[in-house]
Every structure is written in C-alpha cells, then in structure tokens.
C-alpha cells in the first residue's frame, strides 16, 4: 500500500463532501494543531507527561493535523500536490534553495 496526497484527498472527499463544512474541519484542525503542541510541550518538559511514548503521539497528532488539512483542499477540489509543487518552486527561487520539490520528486521517482 502507497497513500499519495492524490488518493488520500478522494478517500476525504468521499468521506466529508456534503457532510463536513471547511468551517467545521478548520476547527477540528486547530484542535489537533493544539494536541500536537501539547505533544511537543510534553516532549520539552513544559506540561507534564506520564509513561507516554510521546513520539508515537507526536505522529499520531501530526497525521490528524494533515488529515483535516487535506480534507478541507480535498472538499474544495484543490489539488494540493500541485499547489506544494508550485509554492516549492516560487520559495525555492525566493530562497536560493539549491534544489526544489518537483525536481527532487524527479529525481526520486528515478530509484
Ligand atoms: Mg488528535
């Protein structure tokens, strides 16, 4: 199995479109942004944590906040892929970056 942002976004549009509003998986969004700063709190010694295995609850937090991020471009039919390709590529020229995303992809697809 291979998730791609692609097939991830049919999955949530199937899932939210017609059921969800963006206003109502904005704030689910901000929800789990807020559980992954409480991970991160944790992680630092800034809140107190008991026997947890914060790093599987860093990702578990960090797949909910990309969760409800792309189900709010999904529902709105934005492919995000192309929009992070695009973006990468304006930074990347902003930035001096030495590379940028979609020649990296090309290059990764190549192995
Ligand atoms: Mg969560």
Redesign the pocket.
Known sequence: MKLTIEALAAYLNQLYSGKATEQSLMMKLV??MG?VAEVLNKRAGFKASQDENLTRELG??LA?VIHYTVAIAAINQIDLAQVMVRKDRIASIKYHHPINLEDFLEAFDQK
């Open positions: 929800e789990e559980e578990e937090e909910d």
